[in-house]
């Protein structure tokens, strides 16, 4: 199951979605009260679901879907007026207010969306990322999820795979 992330700048409504969801059997992966937070999460966690209660400075629905469209499914859930003003064809989008089902459907649509369209580490790739991961952790005494969110920052920053990142850290060509 894809890993979810809610952010919003109201308390009120992230712990209103938390509660929503985890009764209809997600898991919550991280609420987010401002936009670095969300950034931060959106770069450490892999892909997943981002639902965006209503707006956050300085994270713009638009600007999320350039910088993490491929990876995340993302949410917004606010006012008429402010979806108007969201231009990107990969935001989901549900005017505010809305009942809880239509929330709950959107979330299984877009997990389901999620699943069939993230590729997943199998086999051999899967064991060398992990043991790349871990021969970090050992390296930086640093845990397993910002190893991960290393190896895929640095991956990212020079357009290659994470299993091949993975490869060259196991033969120590790799760079921190």
């Not at 209503?54 to 995340?72: H, K, Q, R, S």
């Not at 969201?86 to 089902?101: D, N, Q, V």
């Amino acid at each position: 199951m894809p890993r979810i992330i809610i952010a919003g700048a109201s308390e009120a409504s992230r712990t209103q979605l938390n509660r929503l969801l985890t009764a209809s059997g997600f898991g919550i992966f991280r609420l987010c009260a401002s936009g670095g937070e969300l950034r931060r999460a959106l770069s450490e966690c892999e892909d997943g679901v981002a639902i965006l209660a209503g707006g956050l400075p300085n994270a713009l629905p638009d600007e999320l879907a350039t910088d993490f469209g491929e990876t995340f499914q993302l949410l917004l859930i606010a006012r008429p007026e402010a979806l108007e003003g969201c231009e990107s064809p990969l935001i989901f989008k549900l005017a505010y207010p809305c009942p809880g089902s239509a929330v709950v459907g959107a979330v299984e649509m877009l997990t389901q969306l999620h699943s069939m369209k993230m590729p997943r580490r199998a086999g051999r790739d899967k064991a060398l990322v992990e043991d790349a991961k871990r021969l970090l952790m050992r390296s930086y005494a640093i845990d397993e999820p910002e190893a991960h969110r290393r190896m895929q920052q640095y991956a990212m920053r020079h357009n290659m795979k994470m299993v091949d990142y993975a490869a060259d850290i196991l033969k120590g060509k790799g760079e921190e």
